[in-house]
């Protein structure tokens, strides 16, 4: 699957690298242009490859959000994202402080701003330095024997079951565990700045025991 990702920031670059080691193919995009991702795409090869956002949507099987929640409105033409999985890895910050958006969920209102898409909300609340080894060491160890798995939990929220079933299928082949938080609006709570599992750094255990609650 080719993945689109807006934002090439270190936690979008971060998240390019990994998929690309981890076989998929990625276009990049961000607000200064193709030319500025030059040096990113050297670093990871054939794989990838950039193009402005309205041009990546069309490019992408799935995109993947991570810019400035202030910019997102209005990013992408409603129709490049018609039927696609969008994955909103925004958080909504607002001096430094979580964004009171009066009890709804930020990606809710990222569903209301693209309503033809299939928003997930995912890839939001991990550090880019956790993001960029965790995958990997876990892979590492489950070739070894067979020990409890320590894979760290990525969260999906969505009304789309078959929009978070793919998502899911991405956070495995990273070497995460994916753990599904309900609907865009209860799970995405849970999920954005201000909620419980925020960069909370969770095991597939940990993850699985709390949302069970």
Partial sequence: MRTGIIGTGRIGSTLARILVAAGHEVVLANARGPRSIGPLLAELGPAASAAHPAETAGQAELLVLMVPYASVQGL???????????????????????????????????????PGARVVKSLNTMHFETLAVAGGTSRTKSRGSASEDERLAHFTAGDDEKAKEIVAGIIADLGFAPVDTGSLHSGGILQQPGGPLFNRPLTEAQALAWTSH
Avoid: I
């Fill in 76 to 114: 992408l033409p409603s129709a490049a994202v018609q039927d696609k999985v969008l994955v909103d890895a925004t958080n909504a910050f607002g001096g430094g402080e979580p964004l009171d958006l009066g009890g709804r969920a930020s990606s809710e209102l990222v569903a209301e701003w693209y």
